[in-house]
């Protein structure tokens, strides 16, 4: 078949897809008027998840598992926004890993507050500023973000969602070759992930690496210097337009960070394949043994603890820790349920949501 003959196939079928997403697009407007008159929640990620494991199941195509769900978080964000549009507040700044997490997540087309810390990605959550807000809480290199994990017992705020992104760097300039660049900005961390690209590439070069403040602002120092490239996140690369020359040149190919996307009113309902997170402030820490009997409760009614993370009472004069609990299932199972029943005040519930890591 000749290649004129191949595009315009391609062309009738973009046509008919474009008739089939504005149908779509129809119906969500319809949802999203019954929705607005009984003030129902929008943002259902264990219905997105029950539509992507579908679409998975019945695909038999040369479409992946990532393409589909990459194609299907697009459509969700723009319906999303046609029924009802929604503020996101994430930790700046443009460019970083936790824009790409939000947009991944949102899509291109929603709103965003780009805020300078955790503390006001919260604060504009619970205030009502915005609707949702995007954070790191994990990195599986370098632990978990203390400051969200804080924040977490402080705020009166839910886990609506996780996303786990794999963390990926470019290599960005406007040189086309790596002789005329003298100058390479990046975070100081990045520089250390991607130290064998540094070595075997830049080797016998007389390049100066700069550590800036953030990956965003290599990439816009970048964009303004035709000498000089910057080592950050494609999403950083493409908001400032600079021509990527490499990319996925991370030491690691198992470098992920975790992002959790809060919210004050949102409760999901059971999807099946949930995750609870919750706070756990046990009675009389000093006494042999509370940590063991709080954490057989799990064991004895066979729910998989997957991270149990300790941080100290701020405020307190002595040596008191709390603990940041994560385990499979959702706040309605019954065994859940019993362990917050019987601890009652000790535990605060900090949401279930669909398990993604």
């Excluded at 969700?76 to 029924?83: D, I, K, T």
């Excluded at 997540?105 to 949702?132: D, K, Q, W």
């Excluded at 816009?220 to 908001?239: F, H, N």
């Excluded at 729910?303 to 149990?308: C, H």
Aim: proline share 3%; glycine share 6%.
């Amino acid at each position: 078949m000749e290649l004129n003959d191949l595009r315009n196939r391609i062309d009738k079928l973009d046509d008919q897809m474009l008739t089939l997403l504005n149908e779509r697009m129809e119906l969500v407007k319809n949802i999203g008027e019954v929705k607005r008159a009984s003030k129902t929640i929008i943002y259902r990620p264990e219905r997105e998840k029950a539509i992507l494991d579908r679409l998975h199941k019945s695909n038999n195509g040369l479409l992946t598992r990532n393409a589909i769900d990459a194609i299907f978080f697009e459509i969700f964000a723009v319906s999303r926004n046609l029924e009802l549009p929604e503020r996101i507040a994430y930790l700046g700044p443009e460019g970083s890993f936790t824009h790409q997490a939000a947009e991944g997540r949102f899509g291109a087309m929603s709103e965003y507050l780009v805020l300078p810390t955790i503390h006001s990605v919260f604060e504009s959550v619970e205030t009502g500023r915005a609707r949702f807000g995007v954070v790191p809480i994990e990195n599986n290199q370098q632990g978990i973000v203390v400051e969200t994990a804080d924040y977490l017992r402080e705020k009166n705020l839910t886990i609506v969602a996780e996303v786990l992104l794999p963390i990926h760097f470019t290599f960005s300039s406007q040189s086309d070759s790596l002789k005329e660049i003298k100058r390479i900005y990046s975070k100081d961390i990045a520089f250390r992930q991607c130290g064998k690209f540094i070595t075997e590439y830049l080797d016998g070069l007389d390049i100066e690496l700069v550590p800036v403040e953030s990956t965003s602002k290599a990439a816009k120092l970048a964009s303004q210097e035709v000498d000089s490239a910057a080592i950050g996140s494609s999403i950083s690369a493409r908001l400032f337009g600079v021509p990527i020359l490499f990319d996925n040149i991370e030491d690691s190919d198992q470098n992920k960070t975790r992002f959790l996307i809060l919210s004050k009113d949102v409760v999901n309902a059971k999807s099946g394949a949930d995750k609870t997170t919750i706070i756990a402030n046990l009675p009389n820490t000093n006494r042999p043994g509370v940590l063991y009997e709080f954490l057989k409760e799990f064991n004895d009614r066979g729910i998989n603890l997957t991270k149990v993370e300790s941080r100290p009472l701020r405020g307190e004069s002595a040596f008191r820790y709390w603990f940041l609990v994560e385990f499979l299932g959702h706040i309605e199972d019954e065994g859940v349920h019993q362990i917050m029943e019987k601890y009652g005040s000790h535990l605060k519930w900090v949401g279930s949501y669909v398990r993604i890591s």
